[in-house]
């Protein structure tokens, strides 16, 4: 049935929302505003620290990607110079100090009056050669001939003179003495005190920056093998005659032996190389 308020305008009931359609358009109304201030806030405040963070951590991984470039390099550089020390100590402990073996040779002649050097050889030695525990002439020792570094001949020519005809000989075997003095000299580096050793005890270990095996010279970089003198004879066209006795006449030795003197030398054994256990490629 239709309805119609014939009241005058001023006497009609104003019309309302329901009270539950009400309640409905103002929530709506407030989530929308809620959500509004939300996607404003985040899109003014939470995207720019966002992509500043962003930028940030860009900007750290670029510098960590060229430290870790630079520390590559520095690997290899350190591998690169390791190699280097590594060859370097192979051929330091696989060498011959020559100047301070013909330093000994030339002590040991200028203190033995009357020898002469007129030719020195020098040759590889693959001869087994008998030696005795200490490194004097004797018994052979008993060893692994592929542990046991090279070993070379050094021959020496020479004069030994003197007013008898025993005199040469003794000359020649006073030189040899000398030259296991001063050549067989283990180590040149001063003993220290033993570990755990107490207070004041005296100083009798091994040194450890002794770098070659024992009973090799540290100074000489070699063993000496044998020193000896295969050949010694008479020198032709110096017959024994009685010395001069004119005044101011030089000494010229009654007696003149020929003699060849063979020193026997042994380099040390191979140096284990810590890359060639590892699977790299040994310093050549």
């Known amino acids: 049935m239709i309805e119609i308020n014939l009241l005058p305008p001023e006497y009609r009931k104003a019309d309302a929302t329901p009270l539950p359609r009400l309640a409905t358009i103002i929530l709506g109304v407030l989530c929308a505003t809620l959500g509004l ?3 404003a806030s985040y899109a003014l405040m939470e995207i720019p620290n ?3 963070l962003i930028k940030q951590a860009t900007g750290e991984k670029t510098g960590l990607e060229e430290r870790a470039k630079r520390v590559d390099e520095l690997k290899k550089q350190v591998a690169e110079v390791g190699d280097r020390l590594a060859a370097l100590d192979t051929l ?3 060498r011959i100090h020559w100047a301070a073996l013909l330093d000994k040779l030339s002590q040991a002649v200028d203190e033995t009056t009357g020898i002469t050097f007129r030719k020195l050889r020098i040759e590889i030695d693959n001869t087994a050669i008998p030696v005795a525990p200490g490194g004097a002439p004797g018994a052979p020792q008993a060893g692994n001939a592929a542990q046991q570094g090279k070993r070379y001949k050094i021959s020496i020519d020479g004069y030994a003179g003197g007013e008898t005809s025993a005199e040469p000989s003794d000359k020649i075997k006073t030189l040899i003495d000398k030259l296991w003095k001063y050549m067989t000299a283990a180590n040149i580096l001063p003993p220290v ?3 755990g050793a107490p207070a004041g005890a005296p100083a009798t270990g091994e040194n450890p920056e002794h770098k070659l095996p024992v009973g090799y ?3 000489l970089g070699l063993k000496i093998v044998d020193i000896a003198c295969p050949s010694q004879k008479l020198k032709e066209g110096n017959p024994v005659t009685a010395p ?3 005044p101011f006449q030089p000494q010229i030795p009654s007696v ?8 026997r030398i042994q380099l040390p054994p191979p140096q284990p190389d ?3 256990q590892q699977g790299a490629t040994p310093p050549k």
């Open 37 to 39: 201030v939300f996607v």
């Open 50 to 52: 966002t992509q500043a």
């Open 92 to 94: 330091s402990y696989n």
């Open 193 to 195: 005190t033993p570990v």
């Open 217 to 219: 010279n540290e100074e």
């Open 244 to 246: 001069s006795k004119e």
């Open 256 to 263: 003149v032996y020929d003699f060849q003197l063979v020193i």
């Open 274 to 276: 810590s890359s060639q």
